[in-house]
């Protein structure tokens, strides 16, 4: 729960981190991420409010996310968002996760505007976006099979390294040498789609080799052929796109720092402005979601009523329609 003033100045983010005990199971089990919800909520709430130094009365609006995701989680969110919304006589903002993932650049950097080529990499998706005003979107391409956080976890899940796999893939990464064991990189040639599924067996394979190479060399391949193929196809997006203005970076695989790095000097060799969250704002926090609702409501976007339904799946944007030439 965040308190954001003006979209931009966080008075409050508060994350009640349930990492810990989703740890022992190697990823989010829903069960218990909603049953822990119902029991964090309200305090959540108190201490956003009490850390922003700001009451019930000085709030201008209620945002939340309603889309996609767990369900359970989700319907503990959105009904106390409700309550709040109608107990206060304030506008209520559905969110979608996604937008709010690209939206975390705008709290930060107030040159973050639109058009933009965007690319979210997350738990859960990989995806690159053609953004052409707020709530304007275009799909340019996406993973066809596993998001890039998810090999990242999985393949840490491989390697015997800790949950969350980003991060401790990151750490191993760091003694390793990026071109001691060589991984594949689907390139899928022509298409702006991405694929890790091949990846993850390969690093399954070298795992259980008979003599493996050391940890921090296989984190360190793995991380550099995810970070290859994701700074390649975005800056040929961007240069596919009509040369936007400036490239966002997005979601809990933004945090990874090599992806940062190679993704920067790709961009300043194109020169393509890049923008990225700092590490905090790109993983889960509600900052983003309350700076979407801002930027929502500023861009006459409307509001919602208490009718606002929560859905599990729901892309942020489609691909742009080609017509045929043949005309059937
Ligand atoms: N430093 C890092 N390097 C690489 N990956 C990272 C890093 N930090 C976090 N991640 C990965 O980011 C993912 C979490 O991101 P996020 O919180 O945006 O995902 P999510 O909300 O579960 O998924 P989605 O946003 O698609 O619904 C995890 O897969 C995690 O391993
Ligand atoms: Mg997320």
Redesign the pocket.
């Known amino acids: 729960m965040a308190v954001v003033a003006d979209g931009r100045r966080i008075l409050s983010s508060i994350v009640a981190s349930q990492m810990a005990e989703h740890a022992r199971y190697g990823g989010v089990v829903p069960e218990i991420a909603s049953r822990r919800h119902v029991e964090q909520i309200n305090l959540v709430l108190q201490t956003a409010l009490r850390d922003a130094g700001v009451g019930f009365r000085d709030m201008d609006a209620v945002a939340v996310t309603n889309r996609p995701?767990l369900l359970g989680a989700l319907l503990v969110g959105v009904s106390a968002a409700k309550a709040l919304a109608m107990a206060l006589s304030l506008p209520l903002v559905g969110v979608h996760?996604?937008e709010a993932?690209l939206y975390a650049n705008f709290i930060t950097h107030a040159d973050a505007a639109f058009p933009a080529v965007a690319l979210v990499v997350?738990?859960?998706?990989t995806d690159l976006f053609h953004l052409k005003n707020h709530g304007d979107y275009v799909l340019l391409g996406r993973t066809r099979d596993d998001?890039a956080?998810?090999a990242?976890?999985k393949c840490a899940r491989l390697m015997g390294l800790d949950y969350?796999?980003?991060?401790a893939?990151?750490a191993a990464a760091k003694s390793g040498n990026p071109s001691a064991v060589p991984l594949p990189r689907a390139w899928l040639d022509g298409t702006p789609d991405f694929s890790f599924s091949g990846l993850k067996t390969a690093v399954r394979r070298v795992v259980q080799s008979a003599d493996p190479p050391p940890v921090a060399d296989i984190a360190a391949s793995f991380q550099e052929a995810v970070v290859d193929v994701l700074v390649t196809k975005t800056v040929a997006a961007a240069r596919q796109a009509g040369a936007p203005p400036r490239v966002l970076l997005a979601?809990?695989?933004a945090?990874?720092a090599r992806l940062r790095e190679k993704m920067q000097a790709a961009c300043d060799e194109a020169g393509l402005p890049l923008l990225y969250p700092p590490p905090a704002l790109c993983?889960?926090n509600a900052a983003m979601i309350a700076a979407t609702g801002y930027f929502h409501l500023q861009a006459g976007r409307g509001s919602d009523d208490l009718s606002l339904d929560i859905i599990a799946s729901e892309p942020l944007a489609v691909r742009a329609h080609v017509p045929n030439p043949g005309g059937s």
Do not use: K, L, R
């Open positions: 995701g996760h996604i993932h997350s738990g859960g998706h998001a956080g998810e990242f976890d969350p796999g980003g991060p893939i990151e979601g809990g695989v945090a990874n993983t889960d």
